[in-house]
């Protein structure tokens, strides 16, 4: 205890050190626990560095040379003090007022080790944790690279029962040892004015829980939350800030997934993974005229606002703990504002891909206490089709076709391909894929072809990066059943004579065998009546592929009633965030 004394009144200045009894050296360390900080920001390789601190109810943030000599910096600090009396000995003169004696300039100097530091020393140097600023007779603890918070920011939309993941994003420190303290307000109000930072609790606020996610309950309805997070990195901690959310709405009640995830309540046990693939209905294409009006007309306005859909997307794949979540139509906001922050909060890291000249997209998501990303080999189809050597077999085919062809060039299809590392058993891999093909009905021989080099590409990355691991290889496929695509996959081959070929009409048909760069695949949920159910449509869309003679079907969650599917009528709905289902399912990986 002695020895951590010692340590702590060397950071006093000299003045603080002549001290002669234990109780004055009590009050000297306790006057060092409340000194105001001094935050310092300062990077090696960067010019600049900067200084924040607050004097009298005024932040103070400077910007200073990290090559300066301190003295400049310091000068540079009284004299903008003694600038801001001059301004407000003006404003009393104006008013009328008669003003105080004329300003004295501030005396500003720095400590360290009961030392005052040189004039001359770089700012780069000078500027140490613990150090003191005396400014005038206030003193603060400089902090440098203390744990900072560079964003933060509640959801704009929060409802009742359903998990509030604060979006954080954090400097010199660790988001899993941050402080988090949710308050309720004691009385309704609907104003949006940021909260006044305090110290602990104020009478207007009740503490209602800890923890990155909290969860209001109903009767929090009409009120607002507080969020209190302190950025820490270990022991040591950085500025609190103080988060004040929006009025809590009410939720739709029960929810098209609520009944799975009575399957989903316990994570996969090892060497079993949980997988999910999931289109989400990106907002790009949510909010157009097409979709109110004529897609899903039955769907309430607000239903459809992202804010809302968003609550129901985080709630629902939380609710699955799964360990690979594979989603397509991902709005690239929705994944770095929503998606990433929440999931993260649940141990998830994800990787994102873009669609070409598009603004949405796929995610792919890994449990990190459980799976590790070794690299990642993501590709346009059709930029792959033109360019890598390793297609120009199907490139030579579709050349009895010049329509087609061209017609598949202009898609914007991508392939994403993470290979993966199970943490408990290094060198044990795993392969996933992630793809939403070419939409249009009729388009499938385009998807044939989109299919057939993603095949071609899987089989080239898991042969030079992962020789041996299992594929896991998730999508809307835009393909039924009894579709070239699912044919190609299941059996590995499509003929000549396939209805698909042909299926642009044809000035676009194409007359070729096209064979799987892989053995047959199969899908994990087999052939389920539909995975895509909006006013006009209903069908299998959507798959799960494994490789059946490395990785066995543990369980898979069963698919909403077609009850709960219509009780609005179709999706998406109040109650369901997309018009596609997510399919679900165990899958036991060979050891």
Partial sequence: MFNRLSAALTLLPRRLLLVSSPRTLTGACRLLGRMNPAVVRCLPGEPKLTISFSLYGSHKHMMRDQDEPLGKALARISHGLNKSQGKAKKSKKKKGETPGEAPVLTAVKLYYNGEEVSGMSLNSEAWQDGAVLEVGDVEYSVRRNTPTLTNAE???????????????????????????????????????????????????????????????????????????????????????????????????GVCTFDNRHAYTLKEAEWPSVRVVSYNILADTYAQTELSKTVLYPYCAPYALQLDYRQNLIKKELAGYNADIICLQEVDKGVFVNSLTPALDAFGLDGVFRT???????????????????????????????????????????????????????????????????????????????????YWLPKGGSIRLVQMGVALQHLNHVINEVAPGAPLIFCGDFN????????????EALVPLQHADWSSLGPEESCSMELLSALPPLLSAYGQPAYTNYVGGFHGCLDYIFIQPDNMQVEQVIPLPSHQEVTTYEALPSVAHPSDHIALICDLRWNP
């Fill in 355 to 437: 669609k070409d000249r598009q603004h949405e997209g796929l995610a792919t998501f890994y449990r990190r206490s459980k799976l590790k990303l070794l690299s990642s080999h993501n590709i346009s189809l059709s930029e792959a089709l033109t360019s890598d050597p390793i297609h120009s077999a199907l490139l030579e085919n579709l050349s009895a076709s010049t329509a087609l062809k061209q017609n598949i060039l202009k898609r914007s299809t991508v392939l994403q391909v993470s290979v993966l590392e199970d943490v408990t058993k290094p060198g044990r891999k795993v392969c996933v894929a992630n793809t939403h093909l």
């Fill in 479 to 490: 393909s039924h059943p009894d579709s070239g695509v699912f044919q190609l996959l299941s």
């Fill in 154 to 252: 509640l959801p704009a939309s929060l409802l009742a029962e359903f998990p509030v993941c604060p979006n954080l994003e954090i400097e010199f420190g660790n988001l899993e040892d941050c402080e988090f303290t949710w308050y309720r307000e004691n009385a309704p109000n609907t104003s949006t004015e940021a909260a006044v930072e305090v110290e602990g609790q104020d009478s207007e606020w009740t503490q209602v829980g800890c923890g990155r996610v909290h969860v209001p309950s109903i009767q929090d309805i009409g009120y607002r939350l507080k969020l209190r997070c302190t950025p820490k990195d270990g022991g040591r901690s950085g500025l609190p800030k103080e988060l004040l959310s929006t009025a809590i709405e009410a939720g739709p």
